[in-house]
């Protein structure tokens, strides 16, 4: 009694380090609080649940030496009354008895809780999504902890939100693979009530936009042409309805994918695609498992796309995968990674794509040690994320980067690679950078290929590119002394190098922790999290199409082109909020507001940004050069509301904004398409 549990002390030791804290549970006294003002001065006394050690006398000493060392940053004993819920060996139900805790009150340096910022709360969970240390991921332990309460059916309304915000800011396949690992840690999947069944009943609807030309939106409406201008509900296309429980995704586990001229849907452990034929006879498969001999090898084999896949009934054209985790949606391939951990790869192989072909790193071997976090216990190394570009594709695999298919710009490697130590920073101002990550090994975190470049991010936050450098898709001047001459005469860079900033840039990027990219066809997107919690968004590449809306605009050279890390304008939102998130499509972007509002910048000759037949005077389509223009297209608006689709001089409905639920499986681009799930409705 008295106390009450909060994420408001910075983590440099464990949940992150010097360079970027992370955030770490505390229990604050009512007494601090109200001095504060979190609480106010008549709240009764705060109740927080939790659970009680009993330590053997000849034991305590040496716990409380280790205790003192491990709680060094912030944290003091107090000893403290507890009541316990249920009747133990030692004590009856009801029964209280004085508890040693470590607590961080709001006078250390450490603690940091700010009353007076109405949006404390989510920077807390945007730095959280972003921060790691010598313990592990900061998601990690917050997911962890709150899966344990809810075990306990214990309900922590604080706690939940942190950890719902914490997936929906994650990378996807970041924010699957934790909850897989926390489900399997507890053995529960929560409780589902009658109201949150019905919400999600309501939710997830499937609307596209774009080129049907491979009816990768689903059957033509009536009069339809192959171009969709104005976003709808996606006809031909039902899908079963996801009924997640617990502590869990988005949309019930929903997650959309498109690429080429197909789509896809995510259903818990099901993808379902649709689009131009995968079963035909000429369709290529090929299935990538690991070889358990300890050399961690991928063995590949050639099967028929039947073997794993198979028509959905009364689904007009839809293909199920089962057991599947994520998927990447190239131009002519797909890329599946199962839960068991192998790899299915269909579609297009005319450049290795698929198969690995003569050149890359797929067939290359992995250290057996590498596999700490391997599927099912095997020691092997575990595949973490799949990408796959216009004609290559990538991999992380237990913290390194594989890359496979066309080599003619250098986008692929020929040895798996891993970021560089710490020590490869230097000095800077005076400061030791490498000491700031202290206990951190770099590893590869997110990748995303596009049509002849690769971008890559470690888990301190530093970006590196390969690949084709013509349209400055590298983020880094094309004289750069690291660029050789491709096949062609292109200036390519064979190797994964950091992207350089303008030293007049906007931000100082050692105060961003970069943890997300997307990239279109040469045009490359990072978000990132400042030292304060404030999402930051930067791009870098081709613009020719106006697809790359950054600030100040006078920064693209006389080739279309932005050759250096720059921030992004954001559009005006009509119901206010920030950007949250962004997609790239092949020559054009999507960015979604905080509030569900969805925008778009760049190319939109097939409808790309469900903006209506926007017409030239001479019968072309217009480009949204550095111009954000609303798509009409809400990703969550209110329960009882439908959502409006069209056109861009539409009004918008209110949004009621604690229901807004976006995150990276919201939408996906493919060359001259989107589609998206309508509502996020429900618990996260």
Same mark, same amino acid.
């Given at each position: 009694?008295?106390?009450?549990?909060?994420?408001?002390?910075?983590?440099?030791?464990h949940?992150?380090?010097?360079?970027f804290? =992370?955030?770490?549970a505390?229990?604050?006294?009512?007494?601090?609080?109200?001095s504060?003002?979190?609480?106010?001065?008549?709240?009764p006394?705060s109740?927080c649940?939790?659970?009680?050690f009993?330590?053997?006398?000849? @034991?305590?000493?040496?716990?409380?030496?280790e205790?003192?060392?491990?709680e060094k940053?912030g944290?003091?004993?107090?000893?403290?009354?507890v009541?316990?819920? #249920?009747?133990?060996p030692?004590?009856?139900k009801?029964?209280t008895?004085?508890?040693l805790?470590?607590?961080?009150?709001?006078c250390?340096?450490?603690?940091?809780?700010?009353?007076? *910022?109405?949006?404390?709360?989510?920077?807390?969970?945007e730095i959280?999504?972003a921060a790691t240390g010598?313990?592990?991921? *900061?998601a990690?332990?917050v997911?962890?902890?709150?899966?344990?309460?809810?075990s306990?059916?214990?309900t922590d309304?604080?706690l939940?939100?942190?950890? %719902?915000?914490v997936?929906r800011?994650?990378?996807?396949? %970041?924010? %699957?693979?934790?909850l897989?690992?926390?489900r399997?840690l507890?053995?529960?999947d929560g409780v589902?009530?009658?109201?949150?069944e019905?919400?999600y009943?309501?939710s997830?609807?499937i609307?596209?936009?774009?080129?049907n030309?491979?009816?990768?939106l689903?059957t033509p409406?009536e009069? @339809?042409?192959d171009?969709?201008f104005?976003a709808?509900?996606?006809?031909g296309?039902?899908l079963?309805i996801?009924?997640p429980?617990?502590?869990?995704?988005?949309h019930?586990g929903?997650?959309v994918?498109?690429?080429? =001229? #197909?789509s896809g849907?995510?259903?818990?452990?099901r993808?379902f695609?649709?689009g131009?034929e995968?079963l035909?006879?000429s369709?290529?498969?090929?299935?990538?498992?690991?070889? !358990?001999?300890?050399?961690?090898v991928l063995?590949?084999?050639?099967?028929?796309?039947?073997k794993?896949?198979?028509?959905? @009934?009364?689904?007009?054209?839809?293909?199920? &995968?089962?057991?599947?985790?994520?998927?990447?949606?190239?131009?002519?391939?797909?890329l599946?990674l #199962?839960?068991?951990g192998?790899?299915?790869?269909?579609?297009?192989?005319?450049?290795?794509q698929?198969?690995g072909g003569?050149?890359?790193?797929?067939?290359?071997?992995?250290?057996?040690?590498?596999?700490?976090?391997?599927?099912?216990?095997?020691?092997?190394?575990?595949?973490l994320k799949?990408s796959?570009g216009?004609?290559?594709?990538?991999?992380?695999v237990?913290?390194h980067?594989f890359?496979?298919?066309?080599?003619?710009?250098s986008r692929v490697?020929?040895?798996?690679?891993v970021a560089?130590?710490?020590?490869?920073n230097?000095?800077?101002d005076g400061?030791?950078c490498?000491?700031?990550?202290?206990? &951190?090994v770099?590893t590869?975190?997110d &990748?995303a290929?596009?049509a002849?470049?690769?971008v890559v991010?470690?888990?301190?936050?530093?970006?590196f590119?390969?690949?084709d450098?013509?349209?400055?898709?590298?983020?880094r001047?094309?004289? *750069?002394?690291?660029d050789?001459k491709? $096949?062609r005469?292109? %200036?390519v860079c064979?190797?994964?190098t950091?992207?350089q900033?303008r030293? *007049? !840039?906007?931000?100082d990027?050692?105060?961003?922790?970069?943890?997300?990219?997307?990239?279109?066809?040469?045009?490359?997107i990072?978000k990132?999290?400042s030292l304060?919690?404030?999402?930051?968004?930067?791009g870098w590449g #081709?613009?020719?199409?106006g697809?790359?809306p950054?600030c100040?605009?006078?920064?693209?050279n @006389?080739?279309?082109s932005v050759?250096f890390?720059?921030?992004l304008?954001?559009p005006?939102?009509?119901? =206010?909020?920030?950007l949250?998130?962004?997609?790239?499509g092949?020559e054009f972007?999507l =960015?979604c507001s905080?509030?569900g509002e969805l925008w778009g910048?760049?190319?939109?000759e097939?409808?790309?940004?469900s903006?209506?037949?926007?017409?030239q005077?001479?019968?072309?389509?217009?480009?949204h050069?550095n111009?954000w223009?609303?798509?009409?297209?809400?990703l969550s608006?209110e329960?009882?509301?439908?959502?409006?689709?069209?056109?861009?001089?539409?009004?918008?409905?209110?949004v009621?904004?604690?229901?807004? $639920?976006?995150?990276?499986?919201?939408?996906?681009c493919?060359g001259?398409h989107?589609i998206a799930?309508y509502?996020?409705?429900?618990?996260i």
């Open positions: 009694m008295g106390f009450t549990r909060l994420f408001s002390q910075r983590s440099m030791d949940r992150g380090t010097t360079a804290p =992370g955030y770490v505390t229990l604050v006294n009512d007494s601090h609080l109200k504060i003002g979190y609480l106010e001065p008549s709240a006394p109740e649940v939790g659970n009680v009993l330590v053997p006398e000849s @034991e305590a000493e040496k716990l409380i030496e205790l003192d060392f491990r940053g944290y003091h004993r107090h000893i403290i009354p009541k316990f819920l #249920r009747a133990t030692h004590h009856k009801g029964e008895a004085d508890a805790v470590y607590t961080g009150s709001t250390n340096p450490n603690f940091s809780l700010d009353v007076n *910022d109405s949006s404390w709360m989510d920077k807390v969970i959280i999504s010598p313990s592990g991921d *900061d990690q332990y997911l962890n902890l709150a899966a344990y309460v809810q306990q059916g214990v309304s604080y939940f939100d942190i950890s %719902r915000g997936l800011r994650m990378c996807s396949w %970041r924010a %699957r693979r934790l897989l690992a926390v399997e507890t053995d529960n589902q009530s009658d109201a949150d019905l919400a009943r309501e997830g609807q609307f596209g936009w774009g080129s030309e491979s009816m990768q689903g409406a009069g @339809e042409t171009r969709v104005c709808r509900l996606l006809e296309v039902s079963p996801s009924y429980r617990g502590i869990s995704l988005p019930g929903r997650q994918y498109a690429g080429g =001229g #197909r849907c995510q259903v818990g452990d993808l695609m649709w131009e995968l035909r006879p369709t290529g498969c090929w299935e990538w498992i690991w070889r !358990a001999d300890g050399k961690g063995s590949i084999t050639q099967i028929s796309p039947h794993v896949m198979r028509s959905e @009934e009364n689904g007009k054209g839809i293909v199920v &995968v089962e057991g599947v985790l994520s998927a990447a949606f190239g131009h002519g391939h797909i599946i #199962r839960l068991d192998s790899m299915i790869a269909v579609g297009d192989d005319s450049k290795g698929c198969s003569s050149c890359g790193s797929l067939n290359m071997s992995l250290d057996h040690e590498t596999g700490a976090n391997s599927p099912a216990s095997s020691g092997l190394p575990c595949i799949l796959a216009l004609w290559h594709s990538a991999a992380i237990s913290g980067l890359t496979w298919g066309d080599d003619e710009s490697l020929n040895a798996p690679w560089p130590d710490i020590s490869y230097i000095d800077v400061e030791n490498s000491s700031k990550h202290c206990g &951190v770099p590869v975190v &990748v290929c596009g002849k470049h690769t991010i470690d888990s301190i936050g530093r970006v590119t390969f690949g450098n013509g349209f400055g898709q590298l983020g001047p094309l004289q *750069d002394g690291g050789v491709g $096949k005469g292109k %200036r064979p190797y994964p950091e992207i900033w030293i *007049d !840039a906007e931000l990027p050692r105060q961003v922790r970069w943890q997300k990219v997307t990239c279109g066809w040469s045009h490359s990072i990132g999290v304060d919690g404030v999402p930051v968004f930067a #081709r613009a020719d199409m697809q790359l950054v100040p605009s006078n920064i693209v @006389e080739r279309k050759p890390p720059s921030l304008t954001t005006v939102f009509d119901m =206010g909020g920030e949250a998130e962004v997609w790239c092949s972007t =960015g905080n509030r910048v760049g190319w939109s097939h409808g790309n940004l903006c209506g037949r926007d017409i005077e001479n019968g072309t389509i217009l480009q050069h111009n223009v609303r798509t009409g297209m809400l608006p329960e009882e509301n439908q959502p409006e689709v069209c056109s861009s001089s539409s009004s918008v409905s209110t009621n904004t604690h229901k807004v $639920k976006v995150w990276q499986g919201s939408v996906a493919g001259a989107c799930i509502g996020c409705i429900g618990n």
